[in-house]
């Protein structure tokens, strides 16, 4: 993905340049919290899109994809629980069941909260890069638990 090829390019230049622990190291997390905050919201789309691909009705298709957008605005466990709840309380209960309180939802809740942090308060983020890669790519599973819970691949 874009974020991926971002954090090996900013860990790059961190290392290259002896940046780490650095306003730089700053700049460049708080950039790469937004890019992946998106991609995520992306990944989210296309799970839904693929589950509702097969529906004929193009005017159901086009309401779950304006809803879609609507309600995964947010991004946190309980707007995607949520979501997936519209669906059916079965397929929020899979999705739940599978990521509350493990590593990905804290590493995700993580990503999310500091997102909000650059966007809306004071901008002050407790990640470094290093962290942030790591919570990245345990962040993931929520993706992968919610395309499980709604039967297609995931996008991850």
């Given at each position: ?52 691909a097969n ?46 309180n493990t ?54």
């Open positions: 993905t874009a974020a991926d090829a971002a954090i090996t390019v900013c860990e790059k230049h961190l290392t290259d340049t002896k940046a780490f622990n650095t306003e730089i190291e700053t700049y460049l997390v708080k950039h790469l919290l937004v890019l992946i905050c998106s991609e995520f919201e992306e990944m989210i789309r296309r799970v839904v899109d693929a589950r509702v529906v004929a009705d193009a005017e159901i298709v086009a309401f779950v994809r304006s809803a879609t957008a609507q309600l995964c605005r947010g991004l946190r466990i309980s707007d995607l629980a949520g979501l997936l709840a519209r669906f059916a309380p079965a397929v929020k209960d899979a999705f739940s069941g599978n990521v509350t590593a990905a939802h804290t590493s995700f809740d993580t990503i999310i909260s500091n997102r909000i942090q650059v966007a809306h308060t004071t901008g002050t983020i407790n990640l470094t890069l290093l962290e942030l890669k790591q919570r990245y790519e345990e962040s993931k599973g929520i993706i992968r638990h919610f395309a499980t819970a709604l039967n297609v691949g995931h996008p991850c």
